[in-house]
Structure formats: structure tokens, C-alpha cells
């Protein structure tokens, strides 16, 4: 439709969702993705779209920018995605923000305390806005902390005082969003 009749402020989710998710992941045309993700970002300035603003950051972030260019960069969109979603009510966007970012700073090797220290706001807000999916990937996070920490009853097991691995397990198979589960 854009192509046709050009862009209007709504085009943004079909650059998003043909460009980044479909070109980009799901096929693996990197750079079309990365390319797709520049032209949503504009277009989101251009029309001064704040609507999609948390979404688009969170799936440029999640899907074009991290295959292409320094996870930083990533995580800068990240924080834009998680703010943006606060101020405009897209909390599942900001949730998914918070896990992106989490677990980005785990596999780049942020150190474990301020990790912690992250987590441990994502987790008050997650609770806060009721997102169990989002909170079970922040809590995988967090055990895996523990783990390698030493402080889990061994270092097979996520288990702790607090955290029960077999349940959580069980958890993961009811998820609707299933990329939440892969957190763990």
C-alpha cells in the first residue's frame, strides 16, 4: 500500500513486520532487515508517530540492529522502546525491552552486580504491570546470575530457596509468547 499510495504515519509496522521480521530473521537477509529497520525509524520522526514508538525501537533493536551492528546500539533502542512504552501505555513493548536488555548485558558480560542491580528494577516493574512471560525471562536471567554466582543448591540446577526449576519448567510450556521461554 505504501508503495502505491505512499507513506502515511501507520506504514511503519509493514516496514517492521516485511522488512525486519520477515526479510531480515525469519530469512536471514541481514542487511535488508538492518536497511527495513533505518526506514521505520525515519518514518517514525517524520510523521511523529509516538503510537508505535516503543514497538518499532523494540523490533529494530531485537531484529535488524543486533544481527548487523554492536549490541550496544541495540540496547540503545532497547531504552528508547522501554521509556517510549511508559509514556504511551505499550507496556508489553517496554516488557519486552526489559528481557532484550537483560539478557543482552548477560551474554556481552556486564558485570554481575549491575546486572542484579537492572534486574532487579525489571522485575518490580514487571510485577508492577502483572507480565508473568516477561518476568519468567528476567527470572532466568537472575538464576543464571545465581548459578554462576555459586549461590544455587549446585551448579546442575537453578534451584534455590526461592526458585523451584522444575516448576518454572513446567511454567514455560503454557507461555503464549514462546520467545519469552527461550530466556531460559
Known amino acids: ?25 525469519i530469512l536471514g537477509r541481514h542487511r535488508t532487515g ?48 522501554y521509556q517510549s512504552g511508559l509514556e504511551t501505555g505499550d507496556m508489553f513493548h517496554a516488557a519486552c525491552a526489559c528481557c532484550a536488555t537483560l539478557q543482552s548485558q548477560l551474554m556481552r558480560g556486564v558485570p554481575f552486580d549491575e546486572l542484579w542491580r537492572d534486574s532487579e528494577r525489571s522485575v518490580s516493574f514487571l510485577q508492577q504491570i502483572n507480565n508473568h512471560e516477561s518476568l519468567g525471562a528476567v527470572l532466568a536471567v537472575r538464576q543464571t546470575v545465581r548459578n554462576l554466582r555459586g549461590a544455587t543448591r549446585s551448579a546442575e540446577s537453578f534451584d534455590d530457596e526461592e526458585f523451584d526449576e522444575a516448576a518454572y519448567v513446567a511454567d514455560l510450556a503454557g507461555y503464549g509468547s514462546r520467545h519469552f521461554a527461550h530466556y531460559y
Request: aromatic share 14%.
Open 34 to 81: 538492518y536497511e527495513f529497520g533505518r526506514v521505520a525509524l525515519q518514518l517514525l520522526d517524520r510523521y511523529h508517530n509516538t503510537k508505535h514508538r516503543a514497538e518499532v525501537h523494540f523490533v529494530t533493536g531485537y531484529f535488524a540492529t543486533a544481527w548487523m551492528r554492536p549490541v550496544s546500539e541495540a540496547e540503545k533502542l532497547w531504552a528508547v522502546a
Open 1 to 25: 500500500m505504501c508503495l502505491r499510495h505512499g507513506n502515511t504515519s501507520d506504514g511503519v509496522i509493514g516496514y517492521m513486520a516485511l522488512g525486519e521480521i520477515f526479510q531480515g530473521a
